[in-house]
């Protein structure tokens, strides 16, 4: 095998794997947002139950006061009762009790129903929070090993391309020009395998005398159809 093309096989292995760990890089941001948003969405679950609880506190308090201005009238009609001499006056104002005592029950109704809705929120609620806190320190575990794995990519790529540069030493410029060329245009393979004379980078036969001219190893051969180096594999 000529000499130049062992070494554009060692480049091609080393940007074949630079290449995987280059894609692998470029998703890790997406896996690190998509990650972040697991987080958020079950945070937002949780605050949507909380929310409800606090909502009802409100309404409770709304009704505290309106059941408290309503005894207070109660209190009211009672004291002008005693102090007034008409019969009428005296009915009417026991009409005003009755109504406002039968609005204080349905107050009071209601702030039963509330204190039973939160009853019911609250192992809700509870149960929301450990699943949140679960999601949490797995998704957050899960975080830190995307940031391990960028560390030791990142490392490894270093490692690679200072490995890489030894195999482009005593090449011709056009002869790696070429080669970078057709790795990016080729899906990272510039170099081609002859086997039984079909290239196999194209699946094309090639001519007999083409399939000399590799087994002969005296010159680069490219691959009429595909333009890919060919060798024939050890
Ligand atoms: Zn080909």
Same mark, same amino acid.
Do not use: W
């Given at each position: 095998? %000529?000499?130049? !093309?062992?070494?554009?096989?060692? %480049?091609?292995?080393r940007?074949?794997?630079? &290449?995987?760990?280059q894609?692998?890089l470029?998703?890790?941001?997406?896996e690190?947002?998509? @990650?972040?948003?697991? !987080?958020?969405? *079950?945070?937002?679950? /949780?605050?949507?139950?909380?929310?409800?609880?606090?909502?009802?506190?409100?309404?409770?308090? =709304?009704?505290?006061?309106?059941?408290? *201005?309503?005894?207070?009238?109660?209190? @009211?009609? +009672?004291?002008?009762? %005693?102090?007034?001499?008409?019969?009428?006056e005296?009915?009417?104002?026991?009409?005003?009790?009755?109504?406002?005592?039968?609005?204080? &029950?349905? !107050?009071?109704?209601?702030? /039963?129903?509330?204190?039973?809705?939160?009853?019911? %929120? +609250?192992?809700?609620? *509870?149960?929301?929070?450990? !699943?949140?806190?679960?999601? +949490?320190?797995?998704?957050?575990?899960?975080?830190?090993?995307?940031?391990?794995?960028?560390?030791?990519?990142?490392? @490894?790529?270093?490692?690679?391309?200072?490995? @890489?540069?030894?195999?482009?030493?005593?090449?011709?410029?056009?002869?790696?020009?070429?080669?970078?060329? /057709?790795?990016?245009?080729?899906?990272?393979?510039?170099? *081609? $395998?002859?086997?039984?004379?079909?290239?196999?980078?194209?699946?094309?036969?090639v =001519?007999?005398?083409?399939?000399?001219?590799? +087994?002969?190893a005296?010159?680069?051969?490219?691959? $009429?159809?595909?333009?890919?180096?060919?060798?024939?594999?050890?």
């Open positions: 095998m %000529l000499d130049v !093309i062992e070494k554009l096989l060692a %480049l091609q292995d940007d074949q794997r630079l &290449r995987a760990f894609s692998e470029a998703h890790l941001p997406d690190r947002k998509a @990650r972040e948003k697991q !987080i958020a969405n *079950s945070a937002a679950r /949780l605050e949507q139950a909380k929310t409800r609880v606090k909502e009802i506190e409100v309404e409770k308090k =709304t009704l505290e006061l309106e059941a408290q *201005s309503k005894r207070d009238a109660v209190g @009211r009609y +009672k004291t002008q009762q %005693l102090q007034t001499r008409k019969n009428e005296y009915t009417a104002l026991a009409h005003e009790v009755e109504a406002a005592e039968k609005a204080i &029950r349905a !107050i009071e109704d209601k702030e /039963l129903d509330l204190m039973e809705e939160v009853e019911q %929120l +609250k192992p809700q609620i *509870s149960a929301a929070e450990k !699943i949140h806190a679960g999601e +949490k320190a797995k998704i957050e575990q899960v975080l830190a090993g995307l940031d391990a794995r960028k560390t030791n990519l990142d490392a @490894r790529t270093a490692e690679l391309k200072a490995d @890489r540069a030894r195999f482009t030493e005593g090449v011709d410029e056009d002869v790696l020009e070429r080669y970078e060329r /057709l790795f990016q245009t080729k899906n990272g393979t510039a170099l *081609s $395998p002859l086997e039984h004379e079909v290239c196999m980078g194209c699946h094309m036969k =001519t007999t005398q083409t399939g000399v001219q590799v +087994k002969s005296k010159d680069i051969v490219h691959c $009429p159809q595909c333009g890919r180096v060919l060798y024939l594999p050890a």
